[in-house]
């Protein structure tokens, strides 16, 4: 379920001993399954592209990919299918001016790779985003912040107004802060 708490996968359990190429050299199966990108140097395939543990994210297992990309493996609690959502609502929050990254299409076409060798420490769903400038901020740090973060969240929404979505996938009971605050 969508509490239970994940255990560690190999390539956890040894990233401080690794070198980059070889956590690149580990992701191989997933990087090779996405399209090529430029990294600024013109396309060249993903797996060529350095890739780091990127520390700070609550649920998904994060690295930077070279200087413009981050590669994410989904958390189970979330379906393929998401991804299909946040293709369809990027282009609404770019045209609204709310900064927010690209999903990278997969050689296949789709928004994500999924390896499904449940024995694989790369089990599960693969996707590559667009990295967007600046720093997560986890704590606000003043009024100011607090300001920014409130004016997002409404162009945010302001974005979205008038969207007519029908959601690929669905987290019943996600959106829902007196099931939260019961459990």
């Known amino acids: 379920g969508g509490g239970e708490k994940r255990a560690p996968w190999p390539l956890h359990a ?8 070889d956590l690149t050299a580990d992701l191989y199966p997933v990087l090779s399954a996405f ?13 060529s592209l350095a890739a780091l543990p990127l520390a700070g994210g ?20 979330f379906a393929a299918e998401v991804n299909l959502d946040i293709a369809a609502l990027v282009p609404h929050l770019l045209a609204g001016g709310v900064p927010v990254p ?3 299409p997969a050689r296949s ?14 089990h599960g769903t693969w996707r590559i985003l667009t990295r967007v400038p600046g720093a ?47 459990t």
């Open 14 to 21: 040894t990233l401080a001993a690794m070198s980059h190429a």
């Open 35 to 47: 399209a090529d990108l430029d990294d600024g140097a013109g396309p060249q395939p993903a797996a």
């Open 58 to 77: 609550l649920i998904n297992d994060t690295y930077c990919l070279g200087e413009r990309y981050v590669l994410q493996r989904l958390h189970r609690i």
């Open 102 to 104: 690209t999903l990278c």
């Open 109 to 122: 076409g789709l928004p994500w790779v999924h390896i499904d060798d449940v024995c694989s420490p790369l």
């Open 136 to 182: 997560t901020q986890h704590r606000l740090a003043n009024a100011q912040q607090a300001r920014a973060a409130g004016a997002m969240v409404g162009q945010f929404h302001t974005a979205l107004a008038g969207v007519d979505h029908a959601f690929a996938f669905t987290r019943p009971g996600a959106h829902d802060p007196a099931l939260h605050m019961a």
